[in-house]
């Protein structure tokens, strides 16, 4: 039972554009989201979160969207640059209980 | 100390063989996390520690596996007699755990990279 998905495992986005990574859920219980951004060789890295209060959450370049009724969340990230490619996770839990996890999105900014 | 840290890097072993995966978390962090990313896969769950609560062990994929945190810090993730789709990269994070904003944040460990032959 996946209740996070990440449906499109690729994606290529020129550089200076916007990249847009989507995740679908399907626990209405959900309460909390976070994306997470991996390195090859890596573990992943903690990039931005939003709790189901808001619909929006902003922190530079990336900003993430929260759409409650649609079960959704995407994340933008613009202007992309080079060092943004790499694999998108996102993530959800609900309360303090175990953070459930999609598949990936492999990013690949073109220069 | 300062991430999460997991030992070794790197394990081959031979089909039927046990192995154990280290981690050691950030101090404080009271939830403890196993995931493994199989060639070309998410990150999948395997076993969940928050305090002294017991671990969510729903995503072990056998009785093969088990994992122990002891004293409330470190971990070790147990394979008994290996085989080779067990092969994957073996991740250990750690957080705050309390359910409150941020408590989620995952700090993730580089990994112990296991090939069964």
């Known amino acids: 039972d996946q209740q996070v998905k990440q449906n499109s495992p690729s994606l290529s986005v020129q550089e200076g554009r916007i990249s847009i990574l989507n995740c679908d859920y399907t626990?209405?219980?959900?309460?909390?989201f976070l994306w997470y951004k991996k390195y090859p060789a890596e573990g992943p890295t903690f990039l931005i979160s939003?709790?189901?209060?808001?619909d929006k959450n902003e922190d530079g370049r990336f900003t993430v969207f929260l759409n409650k009724s649609a079960k959704h969340l995407s994340l933008h990230i613009v202007p992309s640059q080079p060092g943004d490619s790499a694999v998108y996770f996102c993530a959800a839990s609900e309360g303090a209980q175990k953070l459930v996890f999609g598949q990936g999105t492999r990013l690949t900014i073109n220069p | 100390g300062a991430g999460v840290s997991q030992s070794p890097s790197n394990k081959v072993t031979e089909k039927g063989k046990d192995v154990e995966l280290r981690c050691d978390p950030i101090s404080g962090h009271t939830a403890l996390y196993w995931y493994r990313q199989s060639l070309g896969q998410g990150l999948e769950f395997l076993i969940y520690?928050?305090?002294?609560?017991?671990?969510?062990k729903s995503g072990l994929p056998s009785d093969r596996f088990s994992a122990e945190r002891t004293g409330g810090s470190v971990s070790t993730l147990t394979i008994q007699r290996t085989q080779q789709e067990d092969s994957a990269v073996y991740l250990c994070?750690?957080?705050?755990?309390?359910?409150?904003?941020?408590?989620?944040?995952?700090?993730f460990g580089a990994g112990s990279r296991l090939t069964v032959l």
């Open positions: 994070a750690s957080s705050l755990g309390r359910p409150r904003a941020g408590a989620n944040v995952l700090t």
């Open positions: 626990n209405s219980m959900f309460d909390y």
């Open positions: 520690f928050q305090g002294n609560s017991a671990p969510d």
């Open positions: 939003i709790s189901s209060i808001k």
